[in-house]
């Protein structure tokens, strides 16, 4: 099992997967393209367009922060455009993942993090965090069509904590895709994926790791959650990154 593509285990540069680097700091921006069947079910991914940015040593500080949301921010573009998405259309913003735990409140922090104004008479973005089964019974696919379908939603952000295989990579890498999001797929809780397919608008999935399967330490297979001492603030840092390059895009300066 894996969320970041690049522990798939494949050969991914027979595959399309390209790497450049990114100034002086280590950080890579990787991209692969899952453009039909036979790769997908080899890779186990679905079709779409991937993007990976790694920043092994990112500790938190302003202009590393700053060219992070830049990158993340010009490969959302991308895929905007190769979604046709109109930002002065209706756009849902998905906070996915559990808000009780540290480790797993990415997307709420991500759209509180959002612009947002209460006051504007038509606001064409919506923001969203459906929580967990467990706390409120209702399938998050579920949710999420349903506010689609009400709203007359044209496209959809999901936003997401993934899992990882490295203790070295929480915190540390953003992947981006055109194919979605399954919430819960990091721990073994398989609901239906949000995309395109499923929803009927565009989707784009925005993840990064906060949780370490247990065999990078030793203890199996099964996720791990971790909550370092300083998780709270990790998170929140990634959020702002994340936030700031959707409000670039959605608000700032456009597509």
């Known amino acids: 099992m894996f969320d970041l593509i690049d522990e798939s285990g494949e050969d991914l540069k027979r595959m399309g997967y390209k790497v450049k680097e990114v100034g002086k700091s280590g950080i890579c921006v990787a991209s692969l393209c899952v453009e ?5 079910k080899k890779l186990s991914l679905p079709k779409g367009q991937y993007f990976l940015i790694n920043a092994p040593h990112f500790e938190g500080g302003t202009k590393e922060s700053e060219l992070l949301s830049r990158l993340v921010a010009d490969r959302l573009k991308i895929l905007f455009e190769n979604l046709g998405i109109d930002i002065k259309k209706k756009i849902l913003i998905v906070g996915l993942g559990n808000p009780e735990i540290l480790s797993d409140c990415l997307g709420k922090f991500v759209v509180d993090n959002i612009y947002f104004d209460p006051m504007k008479k038509e606001n064409n973005v919506f923001k969203f965090c459906p929580n967990i089964f467990f706390s409120t019974g209702i399938n998050t696919f579920d949710m999420v069509a349903i506010l689609v379908k009400g709203l ?5 952000i ?3 904590s993934l899992a990882t295989h490295s203790l070295e990579r929480l915190g540390k890498s953003f992947q981006m895709s055109s194919g979605g999001m399954t919430p819960g797929s990091g721990v073994n809780r398989l609901g239906k994926r949000i995309s395109l397919e499923s929803i009927g608008v565009p989707c784009i999935s925005i993840g990064v790791p906060f949780m370490v399967y247990a065999s990078a330490v030793g203890q199996g297979e099964e996720p791990l959650l971790l909550t370092p001492k300083d998780i709270h603030e990790d998170v929140k840092k990634i959020a702002m990154i994340i936030a700031n ?3 670039k895009i ?6």
Do not use: P, R, Y
């Open 250 to 255: 959605l608000f700032w300066e456009g597509v």
């Open 152 to 156: 007359e939603i044209d496209s959809v």
């Open 36 to 40: 039909n069947n036979q790769k997908s």
């Open 245 to 247: 390059a959707i409000n």
């Open 158 to 160: 999901v936003i997401d």
